[in-house]
């Protein structure tokens, strides 16, 4: 029986439940080698990066390929994996429980969803609203998950700051610590096969770690979009999970919106200016680049707002938004080889 299965589940709180999560993994430890491992330059890969396992144990020297990561931090990653896990299944918990909430409520307005879904917005906020008793088990329900996923997501927090990645991670501004462990909690794991050991640097290169993501461009198509008349073997060629990719859309929220909504001044050069950070500049300058192929419809590609600052499309900033998450997970990918191995 699993660990976690042992709890008793009114006896338990959140930090019991982290400890016995914390535990747990240790036993997963044991998948992993003592010895460091180094990837053989004739070693395959599968097609979504994951060293197949074909390995030789060699010195680490100069040109040397990458080690893998440092079986030192297997523990922590497993940590940092397992409870990003349980954080999930209190997202998809709440989301089925306002699901419910709302699907009650559109009884009331003969199924009209959108009626039901604004008065769940409105009574979910006023205690006062005539139909607040209705939905009020599924908000007591939420403020328990709420609790819980707050607790996961300290957890992952903790343990996110022992990795000697986060010193690097922590310096990028709108990258925050609950960022890189969702990156770590979707980029890890254990092969079905092999059970051989994998996290963020140990993909083949960083195009497997966009893939993973959900942000490879294949054959000429962005990933998660094969076209129409797309069978169901193109679809599993994609390698596409809209939780992962949703991870790093949101990640590519907190980077562009800590920047304040980022927007350069109208016509200034962006590389000249010190103020600005490396993220910054390649949102910038890859939006000026995307609107020059999608213009607005008076046909400029970039215009002037009314505070002074670029204006583009939505298509053109939402492409550049997308390049910027991938440059982030390329200086992640080039930043843990260096660091983690």
């Given at each position: 029986?699993?660990?976690?299965?042992?709890?008793?589940?009114?006896?338990?709180?959140?930090?019991?439940?982290?400890?016995?999560?914390?535990?747990?993994?240790?036993?997963?430890?044991?998948?992993?080698?003592?010895?460091?491992?180094?990837?053989?330059?004739?070693?395959?890969?599968?097609?979504?990066?994951?060293?197949?396992?074909?390995?030789?144990?060699?010195?680490?020297?100069?040109?040397?390929?990458?080690?893998?990561?440092?079986?030192?931090?297997?523990?922590?990653?497993?940590?940092?994996?397992?409870?990003?896990?349980?954080?999930?299944?209190?997202?998809?918990?709440?989301?089925?429980?306002?699901?419910?909430?709302?699907?009650?409520?559109?009884?009331?307005?003969?199924?009209?969803?959108?009626?039901?879904?604004?008065?769940?917005?409105?009574?979910?906020?006023?205690?006062?609203?005539?139909?607040?008793?209705?939905?009020?088990?599924?908000?007591?329900?939420?403020?328990?998950?709420?609790?819980?996923?707050?607790?996961?997501?300290?957890?992952?927090?903790?343990?996110?700051?022992?990795?000697?990645?986060?010193?690097?991670?922590?310096?990028?501004?709108?990258?925050?610590?609950?960022?890189?462990?969702?990156?770590?909690?979707?980029?890890?794991?254990?092969?079905?096969?092999?059970?051989?050991?994998?996290?963020?640097?140990?993909?083949?290169?960083?195009?497997?770690?966009?893939k993973r993501m959900g942000l490879a461009v294949l054959n000429g198509h962005r990933q998660g979009n094969p076209g129409k008349g797309a069978s169901a073997d193109d679809w599993i060629a994609e390698g596409y999970s809209k939780t992962k990719r949703s991870v790093m859309w949101n990640i590519g929220?907190?980077?562009?919106?800590?920047?304040?909504?980022?927007?350069?001044?109208?016509?200034?050069?962006?590389?000249?200016?010190?103020?600005?950070?490396?993220?910054?500049?390649?949102?910038?300058?890859?939006?000026?680049?995307?609107?020059?192929?999608?213009?607005?419809?008076?046909?400029?590609?970039?215009?002037?707002?009314?505070?002074?600052?670029?204006?583009?499309?939505?298509?053109?900033?939402?492409?550049?938004?997308?390049?910027?998450?991938?440059?982030?997970?390329?200086?992640?990918?080039?930043?843990?080889?260096?660091?983690?191995?």
């Amino acid at each position: 029986m699993n660990a976690l299965a042992r709890i008793d589940a009114e006896a338990a709180t959140p930090s019991e439940i982290c400890a016995v999560v914390e535990t747990t993994t240790r036993k997963r430890k044991a998948k992993a080698d003592a010895k460091p491992i180094f990837l053989s330059p004739s070693s395959s890969h599968t097609d979504d990066g994951h060293p197949s396992g074909v390995t030789h144990q060699t010195p680490a020297v100069v040109g040397s390929p990458y080690p893998g990561t440092n079986p030192a931090h297997h523990e922590t990653i497993d940590a940092i994996v397992e409870v990003y896990r349980l954080r999930q299944d209190m997202i998809r918990a709440r989301t089925k429980l306002i699901l419910q909430a709302q699907a009650s409520l559109r009884r009331v307005f003969a199924g009209d969803k959108d009626m039901a879904a604004k008065t769940y917005a409105e009574a979910s906020k006023d205690p006062g609203h005539e139909y607040r008793g209705q939905i009020q088990p599924y908000l007591a329900s939420l403020d328990i998950l709420d609790d819980q996923q707050s607790a996961y997501e300290k957890e992952l927090v903790r343990d996110v700051k022992r990795l000697p990645i986060y010193a690097w991670a922590k310096a990028i501004k709108g990258f925050g610590d609950l960022s890189l462990a969702c990156i770590i909690g979707e980029a890890s794991g254990y092969r079905n096969d092999t059970g051989e050991f994998y996290s963020v640097g140990d993909f083949k290169s960083v195009s497997a770690l966009w893939k993973r993501m959900g942000l490879a461009v294949l054959n000429g198509h962005r990933q998660g979009n094969p076209g129409k008349g797309a069978s169901a073997d193109d679809w599993i060629a994609e390698g596409y999970s809209k939780t992962k990719r949703s991870v790093m859309w949101n990640i590519g929220n907190s980077l562009i919106l800590s920047m304040g909504k980022f927007r350069p001044v109208f016509g200034e050069d962006v590389d000249a200016n010190a103020d600005y950070t490396e993220l910054q500049r390649v949102f910038a300058n890859r939006a000026r680049y995307e609107a020059e192929r999608l213009p607005h419809k008076c046909g400029s590609a970039v215009k002037q707002s009314a505070t002074g600052k670029d204006s583009y499309t939505l298509h053109a900033a939402n492409r550049a938004k997308r390049y910027t998450e991938k440059r982030l997970l390329r200086m992640l990918y080039a930043e843990w080889r260096r660091v983690m191995a």
